[in-house]
C-alpha cells in the first residue's frame, strides 16, 4: 500500500522560511515524478511545484523564486523549502505522485496523494 507522509508545516510570520518533506513509501519512489500542491481556504486545490525523476524541477509562476523543490532517492523523500512567505502562502500543502512531471503540472493522471500538512503564514 503506497503512503504518502507530509511533515513540516506550521504557523510561520511573513518573511520566514519552512522546509515541508514528504516521505513516501509503498512504490519504487525514484521512477515517479514528485510534486506540491496547495489548497487554501475556500479556494481550488492548485499547483505548486513538481520535479521529474532526473531532477528537472517546474513551478508555479507564485512561488518561482521563493520555493524550492528537491528529492532524495535514497530516503524516498521529497520536499519543498519555503522562504519570504506571505499569508496568501497559508494553506493546506499537499504530496503527490506521478507517472511523468508534466502529469503533476497539469494535475491530471495523478496516482498519489498525501494528506496534507498546514502552512500558516502570519501578517
Known amino acids: 500500500q503506497v503512503h504518502l507522509v507530509e511533515s513540516g508545516g506550521g504557523l510561520v510570520q511573513a518573511g520566514g522560511s519552512l522546509r515541508l518533506s514528504c516521505a513516501a513509501s509503498g512504490l519504487t519512489f525514484s521512477t515517479y515524478a514528485m510534486g506540491w500542491f496547495r489548497q487554501a481556504p475556500g479556494k481550488e486545490r492548485d499547483f505548486v511545484a513538481a520535479?521529474?525523476?532526473?531532477?528537472?524541477?517546474y513551478y508555479a509562476d507564485s512561488v518561482k523564486g521563493r520555493f524550492t523543490i528537491s528529492r532524495d532517492n535514497g530516503e524516498n523523500t521529497v520536499y519543498l523549502q519555503m522562504s519570504s512567505l506571505k499569508p496568501d502562502d497559508t494553506a493546506v500543502y499537499y504530496c503527490a505522485a506521478g507517472s511523468t512531471s508534466n502529469s503533476i503540472v497539469r494535475s491530471r493522471g495523478i496516482d498519489y496523494w498525501g494528506k496534507g500538512t498546514l502552512v500558516t503564514v502570519s501578517s
Open positions: 520535479i521529474s525523476r532526473y531532477g528537472s524541477t
